[in-house]
């Protein structure tokens, strides 16, 4: 069955950098596109950055643009998200999901990432 | 495109029927509506894509609908298991996907 499993989420400092990875299986990972989605605590979701089967094409939200990068690694069935610059409203549950182009398929069971003084 | 769901809770008892709304700030593909159940501490689940179209091993209780602006999630008969917050999400056809506030279905 398909499994996303997010880790890398902790407590940072505002301005401090993380990367959090995202391990896919039960599917050819290489075949989908891929998505960071978060979730403010208890608040809605927000999605965050997507990138293409190949690697080749990304983008991203206004609110984290020139501060995260998505990136994967198809040999290892891996996808990242460097997040850099961090800022307190940064603060959320991220999930990472599978495309189907117009919605989100699967998702992880998420990591936690606190930005806190 | 901004969804804004009514209403924020819905308190109804278990065997009733629930009716949740969508409602977009502009025109939606209906093929680019989705719909999600979240439960406590758990990821979203997809429920209904393409407006209508139940996702694999949703159960027929779970039907979507509408066009246009305005959508609708309706549960039949709610079991103890549906009670859940619910999410919808449009895609415009170029990024940024986005997602309505959401309904929460609490028991009555």
């Known amino acids: ?117 | 495109i901004e969804l804004t769901q009514s209403p924020g809770t819905l308190s109804l008892s278990p065997g009733e029927r629930a009716t949740l709304s969508c409602r977009a700030s502009q025109s939606v593909t209906s093929t680019f509506l989705a719909w999600y159940q979240q439960k406590p501490g758990q990821a979203p689940r997809l429920l209904i894509y393409a407006a209508s179209s139940r996702a694999t091993g949703i159960p027929d209780r779970f039907s979507g609908s509408g066009s246009g602006t305005d959508f609708t999630l309706t549960i039949s008969r709610l079991e103890p298991e549906d009670f859940a917050v619910y999410y919808c999400q449009q895609y415009g056809g170029s990024p940024p996907w986005t997602f309505g506030q959401g309904t929460k279905v609490e028991i009555k």
Not at chain 1, 45 to 62: R, T
């Open chain 1, 1 to 117: 069955q398909v499994q996303l499993v997010e880790s890398g989420g902790g407590v940072v400092q505002p301005g401090m950098s993380l990367r959090l990875s995202c391990v896919a299986s039960g599917f050819t990972f290489r075949n989908s596109a891929m998505h960071w989605v978060r979730q403010d605590p208890g608040k809605g979701l927000e999605w965050v950055a997507v990138l293409s089967y190949d690697g080749k094409n990304n983008y991203y939200a206004d609110s984290v643009k020139g501060r995260f990068t998505i990136s994967r690694d198809n040999s290892n069935n891996t996808l990242y998200l460097q997040m850099d610059s961090l800022r307190t409203e940064d603060t959320a549950v991220y999930y990472c999901a599978r495309d189907q182009v117009t919605y989100f398929d699967q998702w992880g069971q998420g990591t936690l990432v606190a930005v806190s003084s």
